[in-house]
T-cell receptor
Framework: GAGVSQSPSNKVTEKGKDVELRCDPI?????LYWYRQSLGQGLEFLIY????????KSGLPSDRFSAERTGGSVSTLTIQRTQQEDSAVYLC????????????FGNGTRLTVT | GESVGLHLPTLSVQEGDNSIINCAYS??????FIWYKQESGKGPQFIID?????DKRQGQRVTVLLNKTVKHLSLQIAATQPGDSAVYFC?????????????FGQGTTLQVKP
C-alpha cells in the first residue's frame, strides 16, 4: 500500500514568511509524528498525535511552530515568521499505534529559508 | 543529558563482507531501540527493532544486539551489498513505552566497495 506522503518535497521561503507543510499518513495509522533533520544530523522529535488525544508538543522549539491533525488523518505543520535556523528537512512518520509499532517515515519536506 | 551516538561516522567495507555498526546510548530507562537506514533524498527506512527484554533479534541479513550492561547497541549486516550503502541511525525511546517518540544518534555512513 501507499506509504507516508509529504508535500511539498521542497520549499524555499523568505525570512519572516509563514509556511505550511503537509503530511498524509499511512491509511489506518492512528499515531503521527513530526521530526526535523538538520543538515548532516540525526532526527529531532517535534510533536506527536495519537487518535483524538491532545498532542504531545514537547519537542516544538518555539511558539512559532504549531501542528494540527484533522479528522485523525492528514496533518499540517505550520512555521510562522520563519528564520534561517528553521532550514531543515521536516519528516513526518506514522505508526499503527504508540506501542509495539515502528515508525514509517515519509521522504520529508526540505525547507530553505533565505 | 541524554544522547545516542555511534562510534564511527563512516564505515567502509568490501562487498560480501559482514558489517557491524555500533551505537552507544545513555538513558537506562529506554526500553525500545530501533535501526533505520537513510538513503540520500529519502526518509529513514525501518530495518529492525528490539525491546529491552531481549538481547538479540534477527531479521533478513540483519541482526541487532543489545547489551544493557554497557548501554551498547549494534547492527550486523551479513554479506553486505552495494545497495546497503546509506546512513544508518540508531534510536532509543524515552522510556515511556512509546515506540515513536525517539532520540536519534548522529548516524554512521556505510560505504560498500565493489
Amino acid at each position: 500500500g501507499a506509504g507516508v506522503s509529504q508535500s511539498p518535497s521542497n520549499k524555499v521561503t523568505e525570512k519572516g514568511k509563514d509556511v505550511e507543510l503537509r503530511c498524509d499518513p499511512i491509511s489506518g495509522h492512528t499515531a503521527l509524528y513530526w521530526y526535523r533533520q538538520s543538515l548532516g544530523q540525526g532526527l529531532e522529535f517535534l510533536i506527536y498525535f495519537q487518535g483524538n488525544s491532545a498532542p504531545d508538543k514537547s519537542g516544538l522549539p518555539s511558539d512559532r511552530f504549531s501542528a494540527e491533525r484533522t479528522g485523525g488523518s492528514v496533518s499540517t505543520l505550520t512555521i510562522q515568521r520563519t528564520q534561517q535556523e528553521d532550514s531543515a528537512v521536516y519528516l513526518c512518520a506514522s505508526s499503527s499505534g504508540p506501542v509495539n509499532s515502528p515508525l514509517h517515515f515519509g521522504n520529508g519536506t526540505r525547507l530553505t529559508v533565505t | 543529558g541524554e544522547s545516542v551516538g555511534l562510534h564511527l561516522p563512516t564505515l567502509s567495507v568490501q562487498e560480501g563482507d559482514n558489517s557491524i555498526i555500533n551505537c552507544a546510548y545513555s538513558n537506562s530507562a529506554s526500553d525500545y531501540f530501533i535501526w533505520y537506514k537513510q538513503e540520500s533524498g529519502k526518509g529513514p527506512q525501518f530495518i529492525i527493532d528490539i525491546r529491552s527484554n531481549m538481547d538479540k533479534r534477527q531479521g533478513q541479513r540483519v541482526t541487532v544486539l543489545l547489551n544493557k550492561t554497557v548501554k551498547h547497541l549494534s547492527l550486523q549486516i551479513a554479506a553486505t551489498q552495494p545497495g546497503d550503502s546509506a546512513v544508518y541511525f540508531c534510536a532509543e525511546n524515552m522510556g515511556s513505552g512509546n515506540t515513536g517518540k525517539l532520540i536519534f544518534g548522529q548516524g554512521t555512513t556505510l560505504q560498500v566497495k565493489p
